[in-house]
Nanobody, 122 residues
Framework: QVQLVESGGGLVQAGGSLRLSCAAS????????MGWFRQAPGKEREFVAAINWSGKKRYNADSEKGRFTIARDNAKNTVYLHMNSLKPEDTAVYYCAAGEGLGVATWEYDQWGQGTQVTVSS
């Protein structure tokens, strides 16, 4: 199994930036696809971005507009989510996940972190 620990969340003003990190340990990790999801209060968990071992990336429609960028450092077993031009609607708990394919559904990922809160004030 892979253990995932997210960090980097916090409170930021609209228009600001944050970088989330997810450190993987255990049966890492370099062969896993690493993904980011988020869940706002009262809403379902939604896909944000994912990246595979070789650096192939997949984004949701909003992330493709360039505000979010996913990256990974295989040597450090860490994946990052760079978030720019943040909006209040980006407020959510952000989860890191590990899976086998560049999927967008939660069921395609079998290991999850505990989540990190991102709050964007207007």
């Amino acid at each position: 199994q892979v253990q995932l620990v997210e960090s980097g969340g916090g409170l930021v003003q609209a228009g600001g930036s944050l970088r989330l990190s997810c450190a993987a340990s255990g049966r890492t990790g370099s062969t896993y696809v690493m993904g980011w999801f988020r869940q706002a209060p009262g809403k379902e968990r939604e896909f944000v971005a994912a990246i595979n071992w070789s650096g192939k990336k997949r984004y949701n429609a909003d992330s493709e507009k360039g505000r979010f960028t996913i990256a990974r450092d295989n040597a450090k077993n860490t994946v990052y989510l760079h978030m720019n031009s943040l909006k209040p609607e980006d407020t959510a708990v952000y989860y890191c996940a590990a899976g086998e394919g560049l999927g967008v559904a939660t069921w395609e990922y079998d290991q999850w972190g505990q989540g990190t809160q991102v709050t964007v004030s207007s």
